[in-house]
């Protein structure tokens, strides 16, 4: 069966750290933090008071008021970062068919504010108090059905939900979905929207998030040895992806090429890395096997890189495994140092850190590395960029549960 090679014409990001793909962009390169204390609930009680917020988001700045009422923030996030990458991608929504056109946009949990807030309201008023937008607002596939009723794209139309992998599971599905002629053009990534009062409850009762209250700036700290923690991030990445004819034939600008994905799963612990790092070898090396590349072929990878203890070394540990030798030379780094967890949508927002590091040649830094973990002994780029001429690069997203994805980018050549 023949299939065709698939290119990224365009990019949305609504990030903590940049509310557009090249405010996202420079914020990495410069090393910003987008962690500050919570502002929208009172935290007195919390044990985590601070997350990455996207600054002075006020809804109404993009919806009316009606419009932001029966949107959950989760959808509202990915629908600001769809129109940007439309916009970006050039596409002339007038003349192409929009039956062709996917959309896979996931999120790991859904509109988990609006889930507390129904259920306070039904707690307080019973069955009366809960709102008939209550459902279309919570479930993870209304964002890809949201998208898709704003454009009229009647292309397929669906999420993939796989907690932090999410995001880059819809890349990758949306990836197919062009290669083997499902669709001409796709809207695929991730959003979240988890700094809710009842989001940092669960995860500070996991005991999975930093405490650092005294200093949130520099709390997400991937493989540092004082690191305690993940923090908490929201926001949305979208891709627009389609075929290489198709962008050739209308002069598109090509960010890069998505060469090949690998999937897998732990099959070990509901929240906890495997050790061994079974599943993630195999996430890793399927990838670039679909990609046709060697390990020695790679130059950079995009980690997961919580700033959990067990999860950095097991990465860690995992990519030395995979690459030998060559895991000396590679530029790692992770950017959730900067921008947090965004969870469902951190496969995707990565996933556009990786991308524009092959195409502005710079691999952003990690940034509060200050004291390196003896068991993390690789090279993180810690602290600052590095400009690298990066031809083949990785975007590794785990979730709870043990799954597993990696995505291959590569610059574009003919």
Request: aromatic content about 8%; glycine content about 10%; charged content about 20%.
């Amino acid at each position: 069966m023949s299939t065709r090679r698939v290119v990224v014409t365009g990019i949305g990001a609504f990030t903590p750290i940049g509310k557009s793909a090249p405010d996202f962009w420079n914020g990495l390169v410069s090393g910003k933090s987008g962690v500050r204390l919570v502002e929208h609930f009172d935290t007195t009680d919390f044990a985590t008071k601070f997350a990455a917020q996207i600054e002075g988001y006020e809804p109404t700045d993009y919806f009316d008021r009606k419009e932001a009422r029966r949107l959950d923030k989760v959808a509202q996030y990915a629908l600001i970062a769809s129109g940007e990458a439309i916009e970006d991608s050039k596409l002339d929504l007038d003349k192409i068919d929009k039956d062709e056109v996917a959309v896979l946009v996931g999120t790991g949990i859904g509109g988990m504010e609006t889930f507390y807030e129904q259920s306070v309201s039904f707690h307080e008023h019973g069955p009366r108090g809960v709102s008939p937008f209550f459902i279309p607002m919570l479930i993870p596939d209304i964002v890809s059905g949201q998208i898709s009723i704003k454009y009229g794209f009647r292309g397929p139309n669906f999420c993939a939900v796989s907690a932090c992998a999410t995001g880059s599971h819809n890349i990758g599905l949306a990836y197919d979905s062009i290669r083997y002629g499902q669709a001409d053009y796709a809207v695929a990534g991730g959003t979240e929207a988890p700094v809710t009062r009842i989001g940092i409850s669960g995860f500070n009762s996991m005991k999975a998030m930093s405490t650092r209250n005294d200093s949130p700036e520099t709390a997400s700290r991937p493989f540092d040895k004082d690191r305690d923690g993940f923090v908490l991030g929201e926001g949305a990445g979208i891709f627009i992806l389609e075929s290489l004819d198709s962008a050739l034939e209308r002069g598109a600008r090509i960010y890069g090429e998505i060469k090949g994905y690998g999937f897998s799963a732990d099959a070990y612990h509901i929240t906890a890395p495997d050790p061994d790092g079974n599943g993630v070898t195999l996430a890793m090396t399927r990838a670039m096997k679909a990609a046709g590349i060697e390990p020695e072929d790679v130059d950079h990878i995009n980690m997961h890189g919580t700033s959990t203890p067990l999860g950095d070394i097991a990465e860690t540990n995992t990519i030395k495994k995979v690459f030998g030798e060559h895991s000396k030379t590679l530029n790692l780094n992770s950017t959730k140092s900067m921008h947090g967890h965004t969870l469902g949508a951190a496969g995707a927002i990565e996933s556009i850190a990786t991308l524009l590091s092959i195409y502005h040649g710079m691999v952003p830094p990690t940034i509060n590395i200050e004291n390196q973990d003896p068991e993390c002994d690789l090279n993180y780029t810690a602290n600052e960029a590095v400009v690298r001429d990066v031809k083949y690069a990785l975007n590794n997203a785990f979730g709870f549960g043990g799954h597993n994805s990696t995505l291959v980018f590569n610059k574009y050549k003919d």
